[in-house]
């Protein structure tokens, strides 16, 4: 199931998040639970991208302002 993603990035992290309160749900069947978790993981790794893109981009930046100062967050 590697459908692709139809958000932007805090629409991605906000249904992240809800996917993280259904889990802990007891009352969510298993099944839903699968599936939960996959739509999650696919989810997990566009944000990943996202910031990984905008990290790359702002190193751009500072490089070309000659500045280059990159630190982890």
Do not use: Y
């Amino acid at each position: 199931m590697n459908k692709k993603i139809d958000k932007n990035f805090e629409e991605a992290l906000s249904r992240l998040e809800e996917i993280s309160e259904l889990l802990e749900d007891q009352n969510t069947p298993l099944e839903d639970s699968i599936k939960l978790f996959e739509e999650g993981i696919q989810l997990k790794d566009f944000c990943e991208e996202k910031l990984k893109s905008a990290k790359l981009k702002i190193d751009k930046i500072i490089k070309k302002n000659k500045e280059l100062s990159s630190e982890e967050f």
